[in-house]
């Protein structure tokens, strides 16, 4: 099982209700602190999941509200150390 915390205090398990935006396969956790933790079986599903965010992105105006969230769930994604290895 692979989890990544999303470290931004304005994101929370609610912003996928919120704007509609897709869920990560295997849901999400939130932490004590009340971060955000995104939940995935492997690093190919977290970049299956990235894909799916990135394309969603594009269809959104640059100034959404959906857009911060999407930009700090695709950078914590792509920030995580095992996905790096992955992708390399």
Known sequence: MLKIDIPTANVSAKVFEQHTLPTPPNGTETEINGELILLFEDEEEAVAYLDKLEDYASELDDNSAERA????????????????????
């Open 69 to 88: 969230t999407i930009n700090a769930l695709v950078t914590a994604i792509n920030n995580d150390e095992f996905v790096q290895a992955y992708l390399q």
